[in-house]
């Protein structure tokens, strides 16, 4: 009989893995950029939360953006410094604890500002979200500058002067784009809020920035930079990228546990779910890398839909194509899955949780945690 193939023997199924040397790659690209560039670059924890990597991502970064107070505390827990926080509205019960625990506290609207603007701590530097109402991201699910967007204050609703007070700007309408969006983005920015760029002490161009993609072209960033900056001298720029920070810098893995079959369509169920582990994949929706298989099923003899372990229908993937048939005990490898998967799993159906690892700077394994039955039951009553 065949032996099932294994990628990993050390590593337990199913598995979150980051790699260090992709982490350590995105990172000095990013702090090329900050260099070259005189920018403030952040990790936005609401993609990329892997706070075991915190001190070592602090000596490339300036920091990390926040949104909410578990990820304002985790920054300051786990890097040693304050946050930049933006929340769509800031809760009573909170907001002195967060404002304590942030640098930079931006407002969704003015009404927010007008709240709180008493509570401010000395040293915590306020300002505004403002919505360009510009976008090239085709996805509504995940665009800010949508018509009717509850995100940011549009130029109609802005008071005529930055009220006393606020210091910084941010604008966050991109999403896995590159310098050319931002270019029109940054456009479109000047034209409506002139005006307030030049009352503002910092700007903060969000997220969305691939910087760390292949065929991103860092040298166009660095020059639309720092042209932005002969016109803004006075601002300091700030941009807070999730996706950067761990882009293609890890894997989920994972493990064959049945092949059933329904009218010549076959499925290898996964001991993960898509729901679950990796929402992105059903909600954008999108088809993850697998390695060894192809995206297109027509390129190779053997096809088979990957299957999640829940019981809702739509757990799955179309199919892929493969060189061999699977079999149960099969290693799969689904690439890329270190942003907005950890941070967006769920307990969903009660299945387990990936354990958290990853393959230090030598490529050797270590386990850093499993997710216990405890973590299901106590988010329960
Ligand atoms: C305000 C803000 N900043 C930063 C980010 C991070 O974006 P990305 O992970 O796409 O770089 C987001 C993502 O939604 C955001 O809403």
Redesign the pocket.
């Given at each position: 009989m065949k032996m099932s193939r294994k990628y990993f023997t050390e590593i337990p199924s199913p598995c979150f893995v980051h790699e260090e040397n992709k982490l350590l790659n995105n990172l000095k690209i990013l702090d090329y950029v900050r260099k070259k560039a005189q920018v403030q670059i952040l990790v936005?924890l609401?993609?990329?939360a892997f706070w075991y990597y915190f001190p070592l991502i602090k000596k490339y970064l300036d920091g990390a953006?926040a949104?909410s107070l578990f990820e304002a505390k985790l920054i300051n827990e786990e890097m040693g410094v304050k946050a930049h926080t933006?929340c769509p509205a800031y809760l009573d019960e909170e907001f002195d604890e967060i404002a304590k625990l942030s640098k930079h506290l931006t407002f969704n609207s003015i009404a927010q500002w007008e709240k709180y603007n008493k509570r401010i701590p000395t040293g915590t530097s306020c300002g505004l979200?403002i919505n360009p109402e510009y976008s090239e991201i085709e996805v509504a699910l995940?665009d800010?500058a949508i018509r009717g967007s509850r995100?940011g204050i549009v130029r109609a609703m802005m008071p005529e002067n930055l009220p006393l007070g606020i210091e910084g700007l941010?604008f966050?309408v991109?999403?896995?784009q590159d310098s050319y969006v931002l270019e029109n983005v940054l456009e479109q920015v000047q034209t409506k809020f002139h005006h307030y760029l030049l009352q503002a002490k910092w700007l903060n161009m969000?997220?969305?920035?691939w910087i760390t993609d292949d065929n991103y072209n860092v040298e166009h960033l660095i020059a639309l930079l720092n042209n932005f900056h002969i016109r803004y001298p006075h601002l300091i720029i700030i941009l807070?990228?999730?996706?950067?920070i761990g882009l293609d810098s890890g894997f989920l893995l994972t493990t064959v546990q049945d092949i059933v079959e329904n009218n010549g369509i076959k499925t290898a169920i996964l001991d993960v779910s898509f729901s679950a582990h990796m929402p992105d994949t059903l909600e954008m929706p999108y088809k993850p890398i697998v390695r060894d298989a192809s995206i297109d099923p027509a390129n190779k003899p053997y096809s088979y839909r990957l299957g999640g372990i829940t019981c809702l229908a739509g757990d799955f993937m179309d199919e892929y194509g493969f060189d061999e048939p699977l079999k149960c005990g099969d290693q799969l490898i689904i690439d890329d899955m270190i942003?907005?998967t950890m941070v967006k799993t769920t307990l969903f159906n009660g299945v387990k949780h990936p354990h958290i690892g990853i393959l230090d700077i030598d490529n050797k394994f270590k386990l850093l945690r499993s997710i216990p039955y405890e973590h299901y039951k106590y988010r329960l009553s």
């Open positions: 936005a609401k993609g990329y953006s949104s933006y979200r995940y800010p995100l941010l966050h991109m999403c896995e969000g997220g969305g920035h807070e990228p999730g996706e950067a942003n907005y």
